[in-house]
Structure formats: C-alpha cells, structure tokens
C-alpha cells in the first residue's frame, strides 16, 4: 500500500514541498518497525583494498549481470573499490556490514555510476543497512490543522541530503532490484534536483530526454489505466522521479521487454549507463563456453 498516493491532492503538494523522502513500498509483508528516523546503528565497515577473488565472488552472486564484458567488470570494480573507500556503510538493528555485503551494494553503485562516474555520489555520506524491509512512521499536519498519521513499508529510501537507506533482504528478486533503485536516485539527485532526468551524456540534450521520457510516462499512466500490463512495476507510475528509478531496475534485469516496449527510453539508458544488457546478452550466448 502506498498511502503517500492515497493522501489527498492538496496534502500531496504540501507534502513535496517537503522534499525530503522519496521510498518505495516494501515487496512483502513483515516489515520491523524501524523506530522512526534514528535507527540504532551498531555496525560499521571500514573498507580495505579487495582481491581480484574477492570481486569474484561477488560477481558469482549476481547472475543477472552475467552479460557484462571482461573490460566492464575491470571498470565495475574499480568504481567498487573507490566507492567503498569513499562511503561509510552502517548496519540497523543490529545487522552485520560484512565485507561481502558492503561489496555486493559497491558493485550495484557501480553499475549504475558506470559510464558517469562516481561524482554523482558526492551528495551523501553513506549507506545504512537494515536486515528487513523497515517500517517509517509519517506524521503531517495539512493547512486545516488535521493531524495525519501512517506507516510507510520500505525496502529503500533516499534523501536529498543524508544516506542511502537499504534492506537487505528484501533488496533483491527477478523482477526488482532496490539497490539499483535507491542509486538510480542518488544518480537523479546529482542533476540537482531529484525529478526523473539525471545529469545526461552529451549526446542527449535535456529536450530530448523530457520528450522521450514524459511521452513515455503518460503511456505507461493510459495503458494502466485501460488495464494493459507493463513491462515494469506499476510503482513507476508515481512520478518521473520512480518512473527514472523503476526503468533503471527494467534496463538492467529484463532489457528486452523494456526495449520492445519503448525502444527510445532504452537507447536513453544504453547511453546514459554505457552498458547494453539486450544486445550484450545475445553477444554473450554466442561466444564459446569454457
Ligand atoms: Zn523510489
């Protein structure tokens, strides 16, 4: 339930005014009650210079971006390396920031920062973790003076200052990645405003990409409405800012249904990421086995 999109139009653009979170729902139900926005922090992972083995078996963890190139991964890891030098990561409630788990959310950093660069993630300090999807408690107070009071259920969230939030254990399945996700903001945020167009590569000019992506958002909004089903979570349909972060997830885990869809927002992100997971796929199963 997203009880953001329940709330009433007027609070919704009070509430934007606030521009502090953007989150999506958790996947699943469970979540643990997060104790409003002080999570007890205990662990914390100081980062040291990783193997070649090491980056390895991350990799070995993430079939899904088995297309990559010998040359990208080379690329994926450096940025790795250099963000976990650069970002602090903490566990809540407890949860242990192993090297493996402050690896693993490095490398999905990466991906998204692959063709940009690490400079879109200067806005923030770090990564905090959590075990489970966690729960915010909301409290607003509308222009009439009612008190409004919620629960959101989150698998990540992102503020315009301050950590990236993510739950490990609902982070990830075939069809969403919330790391990628919460990046995929932090990339928006780097254009300086969090609004579904991050800063782009010189081949697309700022036109182009509001005309491809809004025309494609009020697509996706007409074909929902007349019950099509869409390549991607409904989730996008909150605004250009989830509809950027949702189609990242698209781009990276099932590129083609995203391609057949809407093959001008594709070429956008093959740009935008330097990285073609479609057509890397295909050249992928046609080079020889070891
Ligand atoms: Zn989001």
């Known amino acids: 339930?997203?009880?953001?999109?329940?709330?009433?139009?007027?609070?919704?653009?009070?509430?934007?005014?606030?521009k502090s979170f953007l989150r999506r729902p958790a996947p699943s139900a469970g979540a643990q009650?997060?104790?409003?926005?002080?999570?007890?922090?205990?662990?914390?992972?100081?980062?040291?210079?990783?193997?070649?083995?090491f980056w390895r078996d991350i990799e070995a963890q993430l079939p899904e971006f088995a297309w990559l190139t010998d040359a990208q991964r080379q690329r994926l890891r450096a940025l790795a390396e250099a963000f976990l030098r650069r970002k602090r990561f903490w566990g809540a409630h407890?949860?242990?920031?192993?090297?493996?788990?402050?690896g693993l959310i490095a490398y999905h950093a990466a991906l998204i920062a692959h063709r940009a660069?690490?400079?879109?993630?200067?806005?923030?300090?770090?990564?905090i973790v959590y075990p489970g999807a966690f729960v915010r408690q909301r409290r607003l107070e509308d222009e009439w003076g009612v008190v409004h009071e919620w629960e959101d259920e989150l698998s990540g969230e992102t503020w315009e200052q301050g950590p990236v939030v993510l739950a490990w254990h609902e982070a990830r399945d075939a069809t969403m990645n919330s790391?990628?996700?919460?990046?995929?903001?932090?990339?928006?945020?780097?254009?300086?405003?969090?609004?579904?167009c991050p800063p782009l590569p010189p081949e697309i000019s700022p036109r182009a990409w509001q005309r491809v992506w809004s025309r494609a958002l009020a697509r996706a909004e007409e074909e929902a409405k007349h019950g099509l089903a869409l390549p991607f979570d409904e989730y996008a349909l909150a605004g250009p800012e989830e509809f950027f972060a949702v189609l990242t997830e698209?781009?990276?885990?099932?590129?083609?249904?995203?391609?057949?869809?809407?093959?001008?927002?594709?070429?956008h992100l093959v740009a935008l990421y330097g990285l073609d997971p479609v057509q890397q796929r295909v050249q992928r199963s046609k080079e020889p086995r070891e």
Do not use: K
């Not at 329940?6 to 609070?11: D, G, K, N």
């Not at 922090?41 to 070649?52: E, I, K, P, R, V």
């Open 1 to 18: 339930m997203n009880h953001f999109d329940a709330l009433p139009r007027t609070l919704r653009g009070w509430f934007d005014a606030l």
């Open 33 to 53: 009650t997060a104790g409003a926005d002080a999570p007890s922090l205990s662990q914390q992972s100081d980062a040291t210079a990783q193997t070649g083995a």
């Open 94 to 102: 407890g949860f242990e920031v192993t090297p493996e788990v402050a």
């Open 117 to 127: 660069g690490l400079f879109i993630y200067d806005g923030f300090a770090g990564v």
């Open 179 to 196: 790391f990628l996700h919460e990046f995929a903001h932090r990339f928006d945020a780097a254009s300086g405003t969090i609004d579904g």
């Open 250 to 267: 698209s781009f990276f885990l099932h590129g083609e249904a995203l391609q057949t869809w809407d093959d001008a927002v594709y070429s």
